[in-house]
């Protein structure tokens, strides 16, 4: 039976699929830009219909999410609350995904 045996280093128990995945985005060291396009994602489910239809573009480089909005308004407002889209932003993705969000 030793010539058989499996050398290849693979773990034989059976790990639920989410697992998998995490250990797969951290040994290829993609959690980061994952979780990075997870919130670019989201945007429009976490801010509302009326931010959203007003944000022209969305990126994130070094961990600062920066949005580009189509209203003075609204950007004004969203500047002035810069804290508490941070804090939705962390809440709901963990605190060091973003850490700085700058509205153009």
Not at 3 to 21: C, I, L, N, S
Not at 32 to 47: N, Y
Not at 88 to 96: A, D, K, P, Q
């Amino acid at each position: 039976m030793d010539r058989y045996k499996d050398h290849t280093g693979r773990k034989k128990e059976v790990a639920p699929m989410q697992e998998a995945f995490e250990e797969l985005l951290k040994a290829y060291r993609l959690k980061d830009k994952f979780d990075e396009r997870q919130v670019i994602q989201a945007w429009p489910e976490i801010m509302g219909n009326t931010v959203a239809k007003r944000t022209e573009s969305l990126y994130v480089r070094d961990k600062k999410l920066f949005v580009k909005i189509s209203s003075g308004p609204v950007k004004k407002e969203l500047s002035m609350n810069r804290s508490k889209v941070l804090e939705l932003i962390g809440s709901r993705f963990g605190e060091e995904v973003i850490l700085e969000v700058i509205f153009l």
